[in-house]
Structures are given as C-alpha cells and as structure tokens.
C-alpha cells in the first residue's frame, strides 16, 4: 500500500501497459497463428478431456492419453499433475461453452498477466522510496520486451498446449523471492512451495537439489536451507508418484519417456549429441536469436550497471537497499534453477522440445533485466541509448510475432514445415 501511494502513475502505467501488449500480441500474430492449428487434433481438447467427459474416473484415473486407441489399450501418460490437469480441464470446459475463449488462448493469458503481477508485486516489495522518472520508464519498456517474448507467443501458439512452464514459473518467481526476503522460513514460503508442489511435483524436486547445493555456504551449510530443500524433495516426490501409482493401480501401461532417454544416456545420437548443442542447436531448430538477444540484453546491463555504480559511489548518491541487499543471490539462482538443473539431468528433452524449455530460461532473464533497471543510478548516462535499445527489441519481438502467422511455418525465421 506504501508503494502504491508513492508511485500512483507507476502503478497506472504498469497495469495499462501490461494490457495494451498483450491486446497488440493478439492483434498482431497470436490470434491468427492459434487459429491455423485450431483444427488439429490436441492431446488435452479432443482426446484426454473428451475421455474424461464420457468415462468415468475410476476408469481413466484424470490421466492423460495420447489416443482413444491408448485408452482402450489401457497406456496413459502420467507426468502431469492432476492439479495442473484439473485447472486447464476448466478452461476447456469454458471453451466448450464459449468457443471464442481457447483454451490455448485464456491460459497464455493468464501464464502472462500472473507473471507480470508477480513481477510488479516484487517492484514493490523492494522499492522504498518513489520511483523516479527515468527509472519508471526503462522499468515499463522492459515490462514491454518481458510480455512481448517471441519465443513465448509462438510457442504456445504452435506447440504444446499442456506445457505447465509458463504458469509454473510465476509461482517459482514468488517462491525465490519469499525465500530471498524471509529467509528460507515463514508462511510465504511455505505456502508457496506447497503451491509449488501441487502445480509441479518434479519441478520442486528440481528446486529442491538447487536449495541443497546453495545450502553449502562458505561460512557452513545453511540448516535452515537445507531443511527446506530435504522437504522440496519430499513433497515433489509425494505429488510426483501418486499419478504413476493411481496408472499402475488402475492398471495402465505408461507412455512416458524414460529417464535415459530424456538424459541423453540411452547412447541414442539421433536427436542429441551434447548439453551445449541442444541449446545453441536443438534437435528440433529454432532461430538462435531467441535466447541470444535477451542474454546479450542482460550482459550489457549488468556491465553498464556496475561501471556506473562506481560513478554514482564516487558522487555519494544512494541506492536502493531493495535491489542490493545480501542475500539476493539466492532469488538469481533459485528462479535459473530449473533450466540449470534439467540441462544437466535431461538435456536430450532440451534438445527436442527447445519450444518447451526457452521459457524456463527466458522468462528469468526477463525479470532480472526489469529488476536490474531498479538497481540503476538515478542519473543516466546514457539513458538516450537504452532507451533506444529497448525500443529497437521491443520493436523486434513484436515483428517477430506479426511474422509468426505465416501459413505452414514454426517461426518466421524457417521455411515451411513439413
């Protein structure tokens, strides 16, 4: 409530403009490339939740099928929640009533404005005094390139409509943060684990083993950390195993992709050869300048960042505590700790679904370039050049999405697909 008294305009602009993108995304590319795939047959729409509809649940268990044909052979898949399941099968059953609203569409809406709300609740709990001008700006221009992801629109425009990433990573951002400012304890963070786990067993495994190795300190290990990653690790797996468990108990053959496989340790050189090559070169090709733009984005801050921290240090002008207390490290690590720890335990599933997995790496680098524009001196140098950087990829991405509705494509950088 301070903050929101401190920066009222901010506070307008921000939401304003969260809307106006997403509304000029729609616009420009995403309705029309969602509705060249409408059509197509989608694992959730047209199979699990049909099944779901016209069998009862001791009989399909809330799994996932691939086919009719799968049911009735008794193979399910059984690597989502149920949670996850339940919460886009209420977003189907409202396309069902409401054709305009796709279930494809409502939840990247929603996976974008939670992340965007998650973000602005994070601006404010770090911010102490008011945002000035400058800083505001380059703070919503970035908000524009976050929301305005490439890689994001066309992905679940083109691919997957049961990837839980995008809507997962909002709960992960808050959960770093809490564990951040509370310290590894506390209602927060609890909750929001708990929340964690419901939503994605295996990713709070993967927090977890993250929390583990950030335990050990250079002063000794953090038994408060440590505790919290043995009970990430616990309750992921509890989540985790009651579908494989109800697919075994109701008797179905899994279709799930083994972990060898998915590591790259079944030997098989046909859609992978190493962890660097299945992100700079993935099996299925995506343009590399999808993740190289925001790391080169970030590197350039960061280096500005610091040679103008000096300037301003020299000049005795204060910073916000928020951005530069200890501690934040941790919030750096956790939120990175998804796509770091399954690019060194699955990095052939990178490699075959990078359409997938970019997310898990994008999406953080996003919300540090926000964060990290709080953490500039009030007086910019060159202010002039960022802002026009940020409007030379704002205005990239958007071209981008307005190209991804070619007819027959993946993304506007290829040929058509076969």
Known sequence: MQFLCKNKLFSILYF?????????????????????????????????????????????????????????????????????????????????????????????????????????????NITKKSISLNKGFLVLLSVIFMLSMPGYWISVARFNVDNAF?????????????????????????????????????????TGLALYLYSFRYDGLNIKLFKLASVSVLI?????????????????????????????LDGNSAYFSNAFLSVVSPHFPRPLHIIAIPILLLLAQVVYSRSAAGIAKLEGEDRDEGMTSSGMEVFNFLIF?????????????????????????????????????LN??????????????LLFLISFNFQQIAQSKCDGCYYPAWGASN
């Open 16 to 124: 304003l403009t969260v809307l106006a993108v997403l509304i000029a995304v729609y616009k420009l590319g995403f309705k029309e490339a969602v509705n060249q795939i409408t059509s197509e047959p989608e694992r959730l729409r047209d199979v699990t939740f049909r099944i779901w509809d016209n069998y009862d649940p001791s009989n399909h268990g809330f799994l996932v099928f691939y086919s009719l044909e799968d049911f009735k052979k008794n193979i399910a898949y059984s690597n989502h929640s149920t949670a996850y399941l339940l919460y886009m099968y209420v977003l189907y059953k409202i396309e069902m009533l409401i054709p305009a609203f796709q279930m494809r569409v409502v939840s990247a809406l929603i996976n974008m404005l939670s992340l965007a709300g998650a973000v602005f609740y994070i601006i404010a």
């Open 166 to 206: 995008p809507l997962i990573f909002t709960i992960l951002v808050l959960l770093a943060f809490f564990i951040w400012k509370d310290k590894g304890g506390g209602k927060r963070v609890w909750g929001s684990l708990l929340l964690f786990a419901i939503f994605s067993p295996i990713s709070t495994v993967v």
């Open 236 to 264: 992921g797996c509890v989540f985790y195993l009651q579908a494989p468990i109800l697919l075994k108990i109701l008797g179905f053959t899994s279709s799930n992709s083994g972990w060898l496989f998915r590591s790259g």
């Open 337 to 373: 700790s998804q796509y770091i720890f399954t690019l060194l335990l699955w990095p052939q599933a990178i490699s075959i679904h990078p359409y997938l997995y970019d997310y898990i790496f994008l999406a953080p680098t996003s919300v540090l370039i926000i964060l990290n524009f």
């Open 376 to 389: 500039f001196p009030g007086h910019f140098y060159l202010l002039r050049l960022w802002v026009l950087i």
